[in-house]
T-cell receptor
C-alpha cells in the first residue's frame, strides 16, 4: 500500500515570500489533515478536510495560510507571506471516514524561512 | 480537552523493558488512549490504542488502571531502533473529538 506522499521534502525561502506544499493521501482516505510541527514540539493540527470540505480550520492562521482540496483527493497548503516563525515541518495525514485514530502520516516538508 | 503529561525524556539500555507513563487526570468516559511513535524526519506512526485494562500487540503493551487517569506504554526488550519520540493522546474515538492533539511527547534514547 502506498503511503501518504508529500512534496517537496525540503524548502528554504526568504521571509515575505510565498510557498506551497502538496499532499497526496492514501487511496480511499476521504479525511485529510495538515499539521505543523515546530522543532522540539508535537504536531499541531492546522486544518482537517473530509472529501473537499473543511471540517476544522480553527487553528489555521487564515491571514497568511490557506489550504484547498478541490477534487477531494490531493491537497495544497500555502503560506503567503511567510514569517520566520513559520519554520517547521508540515505534515499531512489521512484516514478513512469514521476512523478516529491511527491516521497515516507522510514524512513531511521541512520549511526554513530565512 | 483531557490534557496529557509525559516525561520529557528517558534513557534505556538495549534489551531492557521500557515503561513510559502518561497522566490524563481529566479523561472523559468516551475517551480512548492512543500512542504514536515518531522517528526523526518522519511523521508519527500509530503504535497502540486502549480503553481500559491491558492491550497488547506485536509492538507494545498498554496498561490502563481502573481509574484511567494514567496509562503506561511498555516496550519489551528495546533496541537502538526504538530511539524515538513517543506521544500519548486522549480523545473520543466515537466522535473523533480531541484525537488530533499531540503534546510534547517523551524522547526515548536507547543506549548500546
Amino acid at each position: 500500500e502506498a503511503g501518504v506522499a508529500q512534496s517537496p521534502r525540503y524548502k528554504i525561502i526568504e521571509k515575505r515570500q510565498s510557498v506551497a506544499f502538496w499532499c497526496n493521501p492514501i487511496s480511499g482516505h476521504a479525511t485529510l489533515y495538515w499539521y505543523q510541527q515546530i522543532l522540539g514540539q508535537g504536531p499541531k493540527l492546522l486544518i482537517q478536510f473530509q472529501n473537499n470540505g473543511v471540517v476544522d480550520d480553527s487553528q489555521l492562521p487564515k491571514d497568511r495560510f490557506s489550504a484547498e482540496r478541490l477534487k477531494g483527493v490531493d491537497s495544497t497548503l500555502k503560506i503567503q507571506p511567510a514569517k520566520l516563525e513559520d519554520s517547521a515541518v508540515y505534515l499531512c495525514a489521512s484516514s478513512f471516514i469514521g476512523q478516529y485514530y491511527g491516521y497515516t502520516f507522510g514524512s513531511g516538508t521541512r520549511l526554513t524561512v530565512v | 480537552l483531557a490534557k496529557t503529561t509525559q516525561p520529557i525524556s528517558m534513557d534505556s539500555y538495549e534489551g531492557q523493558e521500557v515503561n513510559i507513563t502518561c497522566s490524563h487526570n481529566n479523561i472523559a468516559t468516551n475517551d480512548y488512549i492512543t500512542w504514536y511513535q515518531q522517528f526523526p524526519s518522519q511523521g508519527p506512526r500509530f503504535i497502540i490504542q486502549g480503553y481500559k485494562t491491558k492491550v497488547t500487540n506485536e509492538v507494545a503493551s498498554l496498561f490502563i488502571p481502573a481509574d484511567r487517569k494514567s496509562s503506561t506504554l511498555s516496550l519489551p526488550r528495546v533496541s537502538l531502533s526504538d530511539t524515538a519520540v513517543y506521544y500519548c493522546l486522549v480523545g473520543d474515538s466515537q466522535t473523533g473529538a480531541n484525537n488530533l492533539f499531540f503534546g510534547t511527547g517523551t524522547r526515548l534514547t536507547v543506549i548500546p
